[in-house]
C-alpha cells in the first residue's frame, strides 16, 4: 500500500468527510492511554468576578450565545470503530444556580484552604461519555457580589482556551447589555482542527516514510508536533504517540 494512502487510512481520514469528528492527536493518545475511560480526573477551572449588578438573563443569553459558536462546548466523547470521536449534542441553556459562599471562603479557595462549595464545583467528576465538559455555576457572597465559576475538562480545552471562552462571554455580554450584536471572528471548530491537523501529519509521513510497507520506523527527527512512535494503538496494530517540540 503506497504510504500515502497507509497515513490516511491510520489517522481516520479515509472515513467520510461527515463522519471525521476526530480528537486531537494528544486528546487522542492520552484518553487511550486512560483505556477510554469514562471519568478522568483533568479539569481546569477559572472564576470570573461579575460583582453585584448582574442581570442574569443577559448573562444566560451570553453563555448560549458562546457556546453555539463552539461545539466542544456542548460535546461529549464516544468510541466508534475502537477510534475516539467526538459527538455534538445540541445546546441547552446552562445551569445557573446561585450558591452562597463567603469572601473568606473564596479567598481560602484561592489559597488552597479548606473543602467548600467552590472545590465541590471544582472536583465534580465529568463523565466523557454522558457528560459535556462544560460547565458553570454561579456564587454570591455576603455583599451581593455575584462571581462566575467555569469548569472545562482537558480534552476539551486549555488554560489557553479558558481565556478566550473568559474573553468572549465578557464581550458578548457587554454587547446585549447595550442592546448591540456581538462582533465576534469566526471560531475554529475543535473538529476542523483536529482534521487539520491530521491531514499535515499524513502529508509528512508521506514524505518521511519510504513508499510501500505498513512497518514504520520512527526516524531520528521529524519536523510535527504530533510523529509516530512506540505507543499501541487500540485500533489497528500501527503505532501513534506525541513529541513537543
Known amino acids: 500500500m503506497p504510504m500515502e494512502n ?26 487511550c492511554a486512560e483505556g477510554f475511560a469514562p ?7 477559572i472564576f470570573v468576578p461579575l460583582g453585584p449588578s448582574v442581570d442574569l438573563g443577559i448573562l444566560r443569553d451570553s453563555l448560549l450565545t458562546v457556546m453555539r459558536r463552539h461545539d466542544v462546548l456542548h460535546s461529549r466523547l464516544a468510541v466508534s470503530g475502537n477510534r475516539p470521536i467526538q459527538l455534538v449534542d445540541e445546546v441547552k ?54 462571581t462566575l465559576g467555569i469548569l472545562l475538562h482537558h480534552y476539551f480545552g486549555d488554560g489557553w482556551s479558558s481565556q478566550i471562552l473568559r474573553r468572549e462571554i465578557s464581550a458578548v455580554y457587554s454587547a446585549l447589555a447595550q442592546n448591540k450584536l456581538p462582533e465576534l471572528s469566526e471560531p475554529t471548530q475543535y473538529a476542523d482542527y483536529a482534521v487539520s491537523q491530521r491531514q499535515s501529519l499524513s502529508k509528512i509521513l508521506s514524505r518521511s516514510f519510504p513508499i510501500g510497507g505498513s512497518d514504520w520506523k520512527t526516524p531520528p527527527h521529524l519536523p510535527f508536533l504530533m510523529i509516530m512512535s512506540a505507543i499501541p494503538t487500540r485500533w489497528d496494530g500501527s503505532i501513534l504517540a506525541l513529541l513537543k517540540i
Open 93 to 146: 441553556a446552562p445551569g445557573l444556580d446561585i450558591v452562597d459562599v463567603s469572601r473568606a471562603v473564596i479567598q481560602a479557595h484561592r489559597e488552597g484552604g479548606a473543602p467548600s462549595a467552590l472545590t465541590e464545583f471544582v472536583d465534580a467528576p465529568i463523565n466523557l461519555l454522558t457528560e459535556p465538559g462544560f460547565r458553570c455555576r454561579l456564587f454570591r457572597d455576603e455583599d451581593g457580589n455575584i
Open 6 to 31: 497507509r497515513a490516511r487510512e491510520v489517522l481516520g481520514l479515509d472515513q467520510p468527510e461527515q463522519e471525521r469528528r476526530f480528537l486531537s492527536m494528544r486528546i487522542e493518545n492520552l484518553w
Open 39 to 45: 471519568v478522568v480526573p483533568f479539569s481546569g477551572s
